[in-house]
């Protein structure tokens, strides 16, 4: 909590020099701008091609790097550079951190995130890089620049562009290649750098290893791809596939009327993409159908997936709650999937995150209600979801919010990156395990 609030801070305060914008900034703004930035939001109140100069898009820049990797990650890789050591302490913090078990792998973990998240980073801006107009740059270095921005802002899910429009640029929107580019770095950065590693060692045994190997031709398969790898990968594939078809038929004539045979695919696939708390769009989020709009909320409430650049409540919880629905619904006592079954104590973790998740968003709505009713309940709900899962899309209210709706915003946005079971855990203390138990009662809940 801390590191994200000196961050958001140290931003703030560089967004208000006069070399970073170019006719200045309120305060208010530059602290929005800033936290939209390190909660790789994509939110702004400002343009970011007209509003900030290139100093000012270089700052923006760099808090969506770090704050997509994670503060702590560049701390510790800081620390661990300096001191050549890790106390105990941080090493089960960033153990649980990363995902990683095993203690003595913490510091190549932390440098197969950077590895991991440079080397995307840099495909896509080669990529992006080629697929941008050269004609429409008044010199390379902008080029280069604006290639490099939307490959991190992609890859972190940050949806932040140096496009007053975004993507939905005349002369980016049929851009497909493009489009396709963005798509990929988003989902990349969204599906979590455990899952990309463990993906990757998959990859490299069931297409290098395999072939060689006598488990092979003996018909042994050892469990390369982990569980939680299984049910990401599956509730991501689910999700994408879904919300592409559905998508394609709510809009087909609609946002994606101008658009023809495989342009029409591209861009309904991409849109099931972007509300996965990346923010970027390649059509016009005000023109939705209601129908659209509530689909679109929906997944960005999901959002990505655990130890990812991204927020949300995330796939995994979504897919746990999910499964115990149908679980209960079958009459099972507990729940299974790939011959596993899954702990208590991950169904009541996403239960929780679940729960707070809904809370948090429904007092926020209810405060900007307060704040700026003439907004309408369905533009204020869109972007408070949007805020708490760290999206960054909006229907096009957000410079027009008051003041004190933008503290709101600010707050939502913070606790969506954070997390708000990890703020609670961090304010209220723990209570000691118990060596009792008391004896069982059902309650009646239906």
Same mark, same amino acid.
């Given at each position: 909590m801390i590191s994200f609030l000196v961050m958001i801070i140290l931003g703030a305060a560089l967004l208000l020099m006069p070399a970073a914008t170019t006719d200045g900034i309120e305060p208010v703004d530059a602290l929005f701008t800033s936290t939209s930035a390190v909660c790789v939001t994509g939110l702004s109140v400002l343009d970011t091609q007209y509003g900030f100069t290139r100093f000012g898009q270089t700052v923006i820049l760099l808090l969506i790097q770090i704050g997509g990797l994670g503060i702590m990650t560049f701390t510790s890789v800081f620390a661990y550079f300096f001191t050549g050591k890790f106390t105990f302490d941080s090493q089960i913090f960033l153990s649980d951190l990363n995902q990683e078990q095993r203690f003595g792998q913490?510091?190549?973990?932390l440098y197969r995130v950077i590895f991991i998240t440079l080397g995307v980073e840099?495909?896509?801006?080669?990529?992006?890089?080629?697929?941008?107009?050269?004609?429409?740059?008044?010199?390379?270095?902008?080029?280069?620049?604006?290639?490099?921005?939307?490959?991190?802002?992609?890859?972190?899910?940050?949806?932040?562009?140096?496009?007053s429009k975004g993507l939905y640029e005349p002369f980016l929107g049929v851009n497909y290649f493009l489009h396709l580019t963005i798509a990929a770095?988003?989902?990349?950065?969204?599906?979590?750098?455990?899952?990309l590693y463990n993906l990757y060692e998959y990859l490299?045994?069931?297409?290098?290893?395999?072939?060689?190997?006598?488990?092979?031709?003996?018909?042994?398969?050892?469990?390369?791809?982990?569980?939680?790898?299984?049910?990401?990968?599956?509730?991501?594939?689910?999700?994408?596939?879904?919300?592409?078809?559905?998508?394609?038929?709510l809009e087909w004539n609609g946002v994606l009327k101008d658009h023809t045979g495989i342009g029409k695919l591209v861009e309904a696939f991409f849109l099931s993409v972007t509300p996965r708390t990346a923010g970027f769009n390649t059509v016009d989020m005000a023109a939705l159908a209601p129908s659209t709009i509530i689909l679109v909320i929906l997944f960005m409430w999901i959002g990505a997936s655990p130890g990812s650049t991204g927020g949300g409540i995330k796939t995994s919880t979504f897919a746990l709650a999910s499964l115990n629905i149908f679980g209960t619904i079958l009459g099972k006592n507990r729940i299974e999937i790939y011959r596993r079954e899954?702990?208590?104590?991950?169904?009541? #973790?996403?239960? $929780?995150?679940?729960?707070?998740? %809904? +809370?948090? =968003? /429904?007092?926020?709505?209810?405060? #900007?209600?307060? $704040?700026?009713?003439?907004?309408? %309940? +369905?533009? =204020? /709900?869109?972007?408070v979801f949007s805020a708490f899962s760290t999206v960054g899309l909006s229907l096009g209210i957000t410079p027009?919010?008051?003041?004190?709706?933008?503290?709101?915003?600010?707050?939502?946005?913070?606790?969506?990156?954070v997390g708000a079971f990890t703020i609670l855990i961090s304010l209220f203390k723990r209570v000691p395990y118990a060596p009792y138990r008391y004896p069982k009662e059902t309650v009646t809940v239906s």
């Open positions: 913490i510091f190549h973990t840099a495909i896509g801006f080669v990529l992006g890089w080629l697929s941008l107009p050269a004609a429409s740059f008044e010199h390379w270095g902008d080029h280069v620049f604006t290639a490099i921005f939307h490959s991190v802002s992609a890859f972190c899910n940050a949806g932040f562009s140096t496009y770095l988003i989902i990349l950065g969204g599906i979590g750098f455990s899952i490299k045994y069931r297409f290098w290893l395999l072939p060689r190997s006598m488990e092979g031709r003996s018909g042994h398969r050892p469990w390369v791809l982990n569980f939680n790898s299984r049910i990401i990968l599956m509730t991501t594939f689910v999700l994408l596939t879904a919300g592409t078809v559905l998508f394609l038929i899954v702990s208590n104590s991950s169904l009541r #973790l996403s239960y $929780t995150v679940i729960s707070l998740s %809904l +809370i948090v =968003i /429904g007092i926020a709505i209810f405060f #900007l209600m307060v $704040t700026d009713p003439e907004k309408g %309940l +369905i533009s =204020i /709900g869109f972007e027009q919010i008051s003041s004190l709706g933008k503290l709101i915003l600010i707050l939502t946005m913070f606790i969506g990156r």
